[in-house]
T-cell receptor, first 113, second 119 residues
Framework: GDSVTQMEGPVTLSEEAFLTINCTYTATGYPSLFWYVQYPGEGLQLLLK?????DKGSNKGFEATYRKETTSFHLEKGSVQVSDSAVYFC????????????FGSGTKLNVKP | EAGVTQFPSHSVIEKGQTVTLRCDPISGHDNLYWYRRVMGKEIKFLLHFVKESKQDESGMPNNRFLAERTGGTYSTLKVQPAELEDSGVYFCASSQDANGGTRGDNEQFFGPGTRLTVL
């Protein structure tokens, strides 16, 4: 079945460090891929998305490229800030079956000043 | 515009009791979803409403869970009787497209979740 696997956390970085959170997926067909972020005390917010192979989603300095050959959608940011501390979820949904998302287990990011 | 709201934010109950969670979607959103995150694991789909109708309830764990969506507006998720393994964070989400979706990227807007603890 369809599923998403993302790296275990927590990830602890110093401010201005480079961030990578790995995400791989298993799905038949052509899924759309997403990164959601949950800040403390808040709901999940869409961070970025990509709907087809080789698309790059980007927002707030974060980027992720849809790699079909490696079934991956790794999240990257060149220079993290303390305000980026949150839990990050990778997710997929499928065209004509977007009614539900398949999420990874979440990766908690702690950024220290 | 108000986002998705959920009530209560936290609930602590004893095994065997009943709990009802409420979700108010964004006004005008026909799609409403319930998800659950247990013990820091992945967020799992529970069910999906289109307006007042259940479109997909394949993720509901068992018949102790009952979801309703009165008049296609707010939704409730009742757990009766609650068991220890029901503890977790219950998220509600809504999205706009009511046509079954022709795009795979229909954004779902999430509420802050209800943290349920069953003792």
């Amino acid at each position: 079945g369809d599923s998403v696997t993302q790296m275990e956390g927590p990830v602890t970085l110093s401010e201005e460090a480079f961030l990578t959170i790995n995400c791989t997926y298993t799905a038949t067909g052509y899924p759309s891929l997403f990164w959601y972020v949950q800040y403390p005390g808040e709901g999940l917010q869409l961070l970025l998305k990509a709907t087809k192979a080789d698309d790059k989603g980007s927002n707030k300095g974060f980027e992720a490229t849809y790699r079909k050959e490696t079934t991956s959608f790794h999240l990257e940011k060149g220079s993290v800030q303390v305000s980026d501390s949150a839990v990050y979820f990778c997710a997929l949904s499928k065209l004509y079956n977007f009614n539900k998302f398949y999420f990874g287990s979440g990766t908690k990011l702690n950024v220290k000043p | 515009e108000a986002g998705v709201t959920q009530f209560p934010s936290h609930s602590v109950i004893e095994k065997g009791q009943t709990v009802t969670l409420r979700c108010d979607p964004i006004s005008g959103h026909d799609n409403l979803y319930w998800y659950r995150r247990v013990m820091g694991k992945e967020i799992k789909f529970l069910l999906h409403f289109v307006k007042e109708s259940k479109q997909d309830e394949s993720g509901m764990p068992n018949n102790r869970f009952l979801a309703e969506r009165t008049g296609g507006t707010y939704s409730t998720l009742k757990v009766q009787p609650a068991e220890l393994e029901d503890s977790g964070v219950y998220f509600c989400a809504s999205s706009q497209d009511a046509n079954g979706g022709t795009r795979g990227d229909n954004e779902q807007f999430f509420g802050p979740g209800t943290r349920l603890t069953v003792l």
